[in-house]
């Protein structure tokens, strides 16, 4: 490390120190007065601790000068870092106030007397080694702040992973428990809300307003507003990657929309959903699908339906039975508008249908029977 102090003749020090430990009440004043979150009463802790921090740092620094040592123990200034952050004083305000102090310091040490003896030489070297001896406080300090603002965010992020595992649950958790944890959390929920699933659901709910958050199985689960008429398009423009958004729900009922976006998530995951390339699905697009993907043996039994009558046909003769049932049925029954989505003509779709009728009989007329063979339409293989 360098010590640009050792450049600097100890007699320097010596000559300097009256005038540079007299520097502490205008370093102070030059602090309050330019800086806003210092702009406070010298009276109590805030006072003393400011008046003990800059004197102390000052005969340190004079204390120094013709050393060869490296800078003593900084866990003050790290500390010192972690109060200002306690007291709620920005980062930028802390690195100002160093700024100021220094600046106001070599005013001090370039108007006294023993500075204005000294050659050149000594002059840029006493200058190099206040700047650098209060970058290291000022880098210490810095480093205090961060640690407590990591531990806070890091606190408080901890308070919501709780919340969210507790909002999700099923059986859901006591009122009275959700309220404890939102207090916890300083988390004020919006009247709707809905579960959103994607793999970094901590990332998306800070670019969320409102939002919370919990890194969970088998994807993350943020909890976003949903009072608000179009709040998906929010969402959307949060996300990163593929997402699923459950349906709006009162806060009491989070479990809900979170058990339906996490089932749309596995499927979708397993290809058993929309190929829709937009990255954000909404689950409450697909309950006809969510539905049968949680009862295999009823879906299996309504593709059967379909597709074991046409398992003697040739291929193309079954894919093309199988496409123009879809087109009829998807058309409630209207043979020209089937035969336009199919791009044939309407007679050859009659055709067509009286070799269904002949595989599927009665079926083509009866409505539940037709609902059902529409779902199984919608089957995904297994």
Do not use: C
Request: hydrophobic share 45%; charged share 20%.
């Amino acid at each position: 490390m360098d010590r640009p102090w050792s450049r600097v003749p100890a007699a320097v020090g010596v000559a300097l120190r009256p005038y540079v430990v007299e520097a502490t009440d205008a370093i102070i004043t030059a602090v309050r007065a330019e800086v806003a979150d210092y702009q406070l009463p010298l009276q109590g802790n805030f006072g003393t601790r400011i008046t003990q921090g800059v004197g102390y740092a000052l005969g340190q620094f004079v204390g120094l000068l013709g050393s060869d040592t490296d800078l003593p123990d900084t866990r003050i200034y790290v500390e010192l870092g972690r109060v200002e952050h306690r007291h709620g004083r920005t980062l930028a305000a802390l690195q100002a106030a160093y700024q100021v102090g220094t600046r106001t310091a070599w005013q001090a040490i370039g108007e006294s007397p023993a500075a204005k003896a000294l050659p050149p030489a000594a002059i840029f070297a006493l200058a190099e080694s206040l700047f650098s001896y209060v970058e290291q406080l000022s880098a210490a300090s810095v480093e205090g702040w961060a640690e407590e603002e990591s531990m806070r965010a890091g606190s408080v992020q901890a308070r919501r992973h709780t919340l969210v595992e507790a909002l999700v649950r099923q059986p859901p958790v006591a009122q009275a428990e959700i309220e404890r944890l939102m207090a916890a959390a300083g988390w004020t929920p919006p009247a709707r809300v809905a579960a959103l699933v994607v793999d970094d659901a901590v990332g998306v709910a800070a670019r969320i307003p409102g939002s919370v958050a919990a890194d969970l199985e088998p994807a993350g689960v943020a909890v976003v507003p949903a009072v608000r008429e179009g709040f998906a398009e929010g969402v959307r423009g949060a996300i990163r990657g593929r997402a699923v958004l459950g349906p709006a729900v009162p806060v009491g009922e989070t479990h809900r929309s979170a058990a339906r976006a996490q089932a749309a998530w596995t499927a979708h995951a397993a290809g058993l959903l929309s190929r829709d390339p937009d990255p954000l699905l909404l689950a409450d697009t697909h309950l006809v699908e969510l539905l049968l993907v949680g009862a295999p043996d009823l879906a299996a039994d309504l593709r059967e339906r379909v597709y074991g009558p046409l398992a003697d046909m040739a291929a193309g003769a079954a894919e093309r039975a199988v496409e123009t049932l879809r087109a009829w049925l998807d058309a409630h029954g209207d043979v020209t508008t089937a035969a336009a989505t199919l791009h044939v003509h309407p007679q050859t779709v009659r055709y067509r249908l009286a070799s269904l009728r002949d595989i599927y009989g009665e079926a083509l007329d009866d409505p539940t029977r037709r609902l059902e063979l529409t779902i199984a339409l919608r089957t995904p293989e297994p």
